[in-house]
């Protein structure tokens, strides 16, 4: 039992720390099925971006695809799994080895959703900033299970602004990434391919000709989704009519007093 764990942790190691796995995020392509998630994901996080000199903790960091958004800071590494680099190796119940009011910001990009214990990790969070840190905390709304090793839960806007609020944080910020009909088109490409019906039904033959158009060109309904539904990528959580959501962005600070 130990050794199949070893060897699946091995192999998410090696998948985390892959340049096409971090180029994908930084520079998502409209041929990925996964583009308008990752591309949205990586508009939201740049309004967070800083050449500010800061202690910065990424908590939680994979390959830290994003860390270049903060070229000046003192970037610190953490995570579950063994990477290249890692200042701290977490334990499972998400500890982290550092003192007190260490770091200015914390940074967790697609985390929250693996962790066991969300509410053990959101403190941890509060207690390594400093007063008057900041907190910059993405996960999923609607999205596949994917472990990495484990897949726990999602979240809404209000159930996340929750755990974060009684952790002790002020939120500055809340937003909804890739929404309603941008959504929708995520999910189409995500699951298109499992669409089967007899070819002899009107319907399967609709479907085995919207299939041609994914053979012929498969980044065009994202590049249609670009230019109708750019308004629906980063939203404010507080506007009304936006219940569908592919993940969500929470600015959150630790008080200063």
Same mark, same amino acid.
């Given at each position: ?21 971090? +180029? ?20 939201? %996080? ?80 509060? +207690?390594? %900033? *400093? ?5 910059? %905390? ?15 839960? +999602? ?7 929750? %755990? ?10 809340? +937003? *909804? ?21 007899? *070819? ?29 539904? *750019? ?27």
């Amino acid at each position: 039992m130990g050794s199949s764990v070893e060897v699946k942790s091995n192999k998410l190691e090696q998948v985390l720390e892959a340049d096409g796995y971090l +180029r994908q995020r930084l520079s998502p392509r409209p041929s990925s099925s996964a583009y308008l998630h990752l591309v949205d994901l990586r508009e939201a %996080l740049d309004l967070h971006k800083t050449s500010e000199k800061i202690s910065l903790f990424d908590y939680g960091c994979g390959g830290s695809p994003y860390r270049s958004l903060f070229p000046n800071s003192r970037y610190f590494r953490a995570d579950f799994t063994p990477c290249d680099g890692l200042d701290f190796l977490l334990p499972a119940d998400s500890s982290v080895p550092a003192p007190d009011s260490s770091f200015d910001m914390v940074l967790s990009t697609q985390v929250l959703e693996h962790v066991p214990e969300p509410a053990n990790y959101v403190a941890e969070c509060f +207690r390594v %900033l *400093k007063p008057g840190g900041f907190l910059v %905390l993405t996960t999923h709304g609607h999205f596949e299970d994917h472990g990495c090793p484990y897949d726990f839960q +999602r979240w809404t806007a209000d159930g996340l602004r929750l %755990l974060l609020e009684r952790a002790g944080f002020q939120i500055k910020g809340a +937003r *909804k990434l890739t929404c309603g009909p941008r959504a929708l088109c995520f999910f189409v490409n995500q699951w298109f391919w499992q669409l089967q019906a007899p *070819k002899s039904s009107l319907f399967g033959f609709a479907l085995w000709g919207f299939r041609g158009l994914w053979r012929f060109d498969h980044s065009w309904l994202n590049r249609c989704a670009d230019k109708y539904f *750019k308004r629906y990528g980063i939203v404010d959580a507080a506007v009304p009519d936006n219940k569908m959501y592919i993940a969500l962005l929470m600015h959150a600070e630790r008080p200063s007093a």
